[in-house]
């Protein structure tokens, strides 16, 4: 059983630098990421500087109770179009079944909520079936598949491309999911939802 008040979205600090370099490359993330080397330690400073200067980006770690459980990235935020590229992935594997569901709820909720997001878009492995099942629950259409479109691993891989649309997700898939997934869903959302301290 999962409780929304439990759970909130917080900015990545420098104080996440371990962790994240920890996350990025267990063999689960390194798994479903689009590159198949590991960060060093410099290379992974580089790009945490990197994203700090990007205005077009953003990541967010989402905790419970002070333990951070995973990462949400938005990426390529288009302002004029009202679109924007996400990615995720739980630190652990083996946190209870649900979390990620819990993670992508949160995550949809502060992109189409805070970022006021119109479509959201995300690009995934073919062979990454847990990602694609996850993505279709939470009402993402399948808008594309790029064949060999990336070389990981000494081969070339397909890649499915899935949008959601702010509309769909608020008309029908936030409540199917956040009824089944939250004990409280239905008090919080009478006090609106409330689920994010980051702010842009
Ligand atoms: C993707 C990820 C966040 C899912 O986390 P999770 O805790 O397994 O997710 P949940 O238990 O909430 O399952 C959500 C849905 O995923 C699908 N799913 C979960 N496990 C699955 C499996 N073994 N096989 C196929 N689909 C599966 C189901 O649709 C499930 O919903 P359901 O239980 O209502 O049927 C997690 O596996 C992860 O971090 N993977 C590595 C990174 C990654 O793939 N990120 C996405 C990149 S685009």
Redesign the pocket.
């Known amino acids: 059983v999962f409780f929304l008040s439990d759970y909130r979205l917080r900015n990545i600090g420098p104080y996440d630098s371990a962790l994240l370099l920890d996350w990025h490359n267990s063999e ?2 390194r ?2 990421s689009f590159h198949d080397c590991s960060m060093t330690s410099q290379s992974h400073q580089q790009w945490l500087d990197s994203i700090a200067n990007d205005p077009r980006s953003t990541r967010l770690v989402l905790e419970s109770h002070g333990h951070p459980l ?1 990462l949400l990235t938005f990426t390529n935020m288009e302002r004029r179009d009202s679109t924007v590229h996400w ?4 630190g652990d ?1 083996t ?1 209870p ?8 709820y949160c995550g949809l909720e502060y992109a189409f909520g805070e970022l006021r997001t119109r479509k959201i878009i ?3 492995l073919a062979s ?4 694609i ?2 993505h ?2 939470l009402g993402f259409i399948c808008e594309g598949h790029f064949r060999e479109q990336v070389f990981k691993n000494g081969e070339y891989h397909d890649v499915l491309r899935f949008a959601l649309f702010a509309c769909d997700w608020r008309g029908r898939f936030r409540s199917a999911l956040g009824q089944t997934l939250f004990f409280d869903y239905a008090s919080k959302c009478v006090s609106g939802p409330d689920i994010t301290d980051a702010k842009r």
């Open positions: 689960h993330v798994a479903a995973g990615g995720f992935y739980l594997p946190l079944k649900g979390t990620g569901s819990v993670l992508t995300a690009e995934v990454n079936l847990r990602s099942k996850l279709e629950k």
